[in-house]
């Protein structure tokens, strides 16, 4: 009588499902895509939603504010003519500075991102491949940023730097550079394990150069890392730009920043709470969608995590 092994746990004879079907079956990283598409269509329609809303975040508007500053009517002023109310002293319209505000918090947080990958994907990858001296002073490079006071050091840099530099260029090229190490880190260990894979073992003794192994090998096995990595620092880089401008050395006024409006509504919070609900509302919604988002790409771009689960 023939007999049956039974199959280890964890293992069945179901096909693996692709990455995109295991994204697809994932309830909250769908919630987490329909998110961030939803602020990104918002960022790039801005201009359209102020004029269909009859706004935008650069007019004062006096008359319907108390003599006190603050906002007449219900709700900090909301109404058929300011949808989320007004700003007290100013009377700005706060529907046109929230979604105006949200192509600063984005634009500095994906362009953050871009140049920290960059950067980190860069220095990590060779640091693992070539070893040596030069990994140990990536090594020792990477230790002492992680540990620096980058806030510190950002608010002193904003005040040597020249009034004309633009402010959002400044914050893309330090928010991105202090963000680099970690991704570097963790790219350097993908690459020490890499290198001693056999595929890469083949390839250094068939003669490839090290730009053939570092491009065609070793970058597209990083990618999966890679992009995790990227969408999981995305709401990190889109708080630290609302932090700097919750300090007063983010964008200047009066362009829109959500972490400026925060700030300034600490003060206002007891006679008009919406004034810190919206704006506070659309960075928590949108830092909530990229880490929903980011863990569905880790669980999808992870086969075993798929056969575990069934």
Known sequence: MPVTTPAPRGITDRPVRSPARRLLSERAALTGAALVALFLAVALTAPLLGSLAGEDP??????????GGVPLGTGGGISADHWFGVEPMTGRDLFAIVVHGARTSLLVGLAATAVSVLLGLLVGITAGWYGGWYDRAVSRAIDVLIGFPWLVFVIALGAIVPAGFPKPLLLVLVIGFFGWPTMARVVRGQTLSLRRRTFVVASTALGAGSGHILFRQLLPNLSATVIVYATASIPGMIGAEAALSFLGVGVPPPTPAWG???????????????????PGAALFLVTLGFNLLGDGLRDALDPRADGLRR
């Open 260 to 278: 400026r409006s925060i700030g300034d509504a600490i003060a206002w919070v007891q006679t008009d709470p919406m004034f810190l609900i919206f």
């Open 58 to 67: 650069y007019t004062y508007h006096l008359d319907a504010l108390s003599d």
